[in-house]
């Protein structure tokens, strides 16, 4: 079965600092994209960016460029999302994504069609 | 940076249709992905490539695009379809996926 396995929640205190997981199962991971999102609390998704584990080609969104860094280990098909410094505004639950082609056609790659559980993060002091 | 449109809410009598619309600049000329989200849930892709479903999608959702708007119908809504709704695309002149704000579908 194609599916992306998130790490587990995470509480965490103002100032440290965090990796989170995305594991991949059942299909070629280091060829296709993989997408990060941020939900905070009652609000809607945002999309943070996305990485290419093959060559770690990343594009990071403007409001996250310099916030977060994105990274993948190619040998255990693993993609991480890291903050060096969390913030309180940091609290949210973090989906990543793919585009590999399960339900659909693979023709244009340009939908997400298999998403993460999500790992919800909690900064407070 | 490119933006895609979607009005906050949206509301629909059950069995009624409901229209969520999508809009952005040369939109006419990028492929459209819609997915629904339930509060506790990930998103799920309802619509790609415009007006395709994936394997499992009801009938009921329905994708369409004129000119530089997308519009994804649900028809014979039904309690179940509420849902936030959001549109995406793959914006080739940056190299970056954009998604839309947001619609929240209230089945009244």
């Known amino acids: 079965e194609v599916q992306l396995v998130q790490s587990g929640a995470e509480v965490k205190q103002p100032g440290e600092s965090l990796k989170i997981s995305c594991k991949g199962f059942g299909y070629d991971f280091t060829n296709y994209w993989i997408g990060w999102a941020r939900q905070r609390p009652g609000k809607g998704l945002e999309w943070m960016g996305i990485?290419?584990?093959?060559?770690?080609?990343?594009r990071y969104r403007p409001s996250f460029q310099g916030q977060v860094t994105f990274s993948a280990d190619k040998s255990i098909s693993t993609a991480y999302l890291q903050w060096n410094t969390l913030k309180a505004s940091d609290t949210a639950t973090y989906y990543c994504?793919?585009?590999?082609?399960?339900?659909?056609?693979?023709?244009?790659?340009?939908?997400?069609?298999?998403w993460g559980q999500g790992t919800v993060v909690t900064v407070s002091s | 940076s490119y933006v895609l449109t979607q009005p906050p809410s949206v509301s629909v009598a059950p069995g009624q249709t409901a229209k969520i619309t999508c809009a952005g600049n040369?939109?006419?000329?990028?492929?459209v992905n819609w997915y629904l989200q339930k509060p506790g849930q990930a998103p799920l892709l309802v619509v790609y490539d415009d007006r395709d479903r994936p394997s499992g999608i009801p009938e009921r959702f329905s994708g369409s695009k004129s000119g530089n708007t997308a519009t994804l119908s649900v028809s014979r809504a039904e309690a179940g379809d509420e849902a936030d709704y959001y549109c995406q695309v793959w914006d080739n002149d940056s190299g970056h996926v954009i998604f839309g704000g947001g619609t929240k579908v209230t089945v009244l």
């Open positions: 994504a793919t585009n590999y082609c399960s339900r659909i056609s693979c023709y244009s790659l340009q939908a997400f069609d298999i």
């Open positions: 990485i290419f584990p093959s060559d770690s080609d990343i």
């Open positions: 040369n939109l006419a000329n990028k492929r």
